[in-house]
């Protein structure tokens, strides 16, 4: 069972190690019992827009399959995001840059930190 955290007041969420960030709507659409079931299967940080599961090892992997098992589209409804790579090169504040028009982020601190921008199409990405 898994330990999920609401951060209602907090826009950017912290990614570390193997970091995966799903829309909250994609997982209320396609996920089999929603937002709830999701969070009480897997360890999780989220707010009202995101939410994002950050594993050691490769349980991401099996994630991504279970997610693409119920029509989770990649880029659409969630991206991958190696936090640990950041944390090896990153000093200082800088922006990210990812795969997707709805997802940005920014390292800081020793830390990467993702936040949904409001408003985004819900297929937009970037090719």
């Known amino acids: ?3 999920s955290v609401f951060v209602p007041l907090q826009n950017h969420l912290r990614c570390v190690f ?17 937002v709830v079931k999701f ?8 707010n009202h827009l995101i939410t994002v599961g950050s ?4 349980e991401v992997v099996g994630i991504v399959h279970e997610l693409k098992g ?3 589209i990649p880029k659409e409804d969630f991206l991958l995001v190696d ?3 950041y944390q090896m090169v990153g000093q200082g504040y800088f922006p990210l840059e990812f795969e997707s028009i709805w997802l940005e982020g920014h390292y800081e601190n020793g830390g990467v930190y993702v936040r949904h921008i409001e408003g985004a199409p819900k297929t937009a990405t970037i090719n």
């Open 1 to 3: 069972m898994g330990d």
């Open 18 to 34: 193997n970091s995966i960030v799903i829309r909250n709507t994609a997982i209320s659409e396609k996920y089999p019992g929603g």
């Open 39 to 46: 969070t009480n299967k897997y360890p999780t940080r989220r």
């Open 55 to 58: 594993f050691m090892g490769l």
């Open 70 to 72: 119920y029509g989770f």
């Open 83 to 85: 936090a640990g790579l």
